[in-house]
């Protein structure tokens, strides 16, 4: 196991780093849940990359967040996931706070730090990253139960959405570097 501490005092980007090695090194599945979603460009593009390499991607996000703001900024970047294959599952209440990143069952991370700029470049952050498969197949027995709480949206319900959402949704993700 190895403990990343971040944040604008330790080493620049260590959780950008730790997360984009992670996905980078996943051959079969990765399963990410986070309550707040508004990823820097690389990690957007890692996602992407390997979904369109044939990974299964998964990311289990709340239906609506307690801020608008990120709700709303989130909600921007789905078009570009779903297209390039990321399979995105929208959770039910109660509000999910949980934070993980599952490689291929093997691999794990969890900690304080949610899959935004704010987290993975501003604050002070703590992420356990485990390299164990039997703790890493526990752990995705209890991530799939969440999974079972969520609906999966397609690229199709995605853009069928009105275009005052897109607007709305657009808007919200200018401020996206500071979400």
Known sequence: ??????????????LCDAN?????????????GTPYFVPP?????ALRVAALR??????????????????????????EMLAAGVRLFLRRP???HSKFLL???????????????R???LNY????????????????????ADYAHADELTLDQWRRRPASRRLIENFFNLASPAL
């Open 1 to 14: 196991m190895r403990i990343i501490n971040a944040g604008p005092t330790s080493e620049r980007e260590a």
């Open 20 to 32: 984009f090695a992670l996905i980078g090194s996943a051959r079969h599945q990765i399963l990410l």
């Open 41 to 45: 460009d690389d990690m957007r593009r």
């Open 54 to 79: 044939g990974v299964d991607v998964r990311l289990l996000l709340p239906v609506r967040t307690n801020y608008l703001s990120t709700t709303y900024a989130a909600r921007a970047v789905y078009d």
């Open 94 to 96: 109660p509000f999910m």
């Open 103 to 117: 490689i291929d069952g093997r691999d794990a991370m969890v900690g304080t730090a949610n899959f935004d700029n």
């Open 119 to 121: 987290s993975l470049k």
């Open 125 to 144: 952050e703590t992420n356990l990253v485990l390299f164990d498969a039997v703790f890493a197949d526990a752990f995705k027995r209890r991530v799939l």
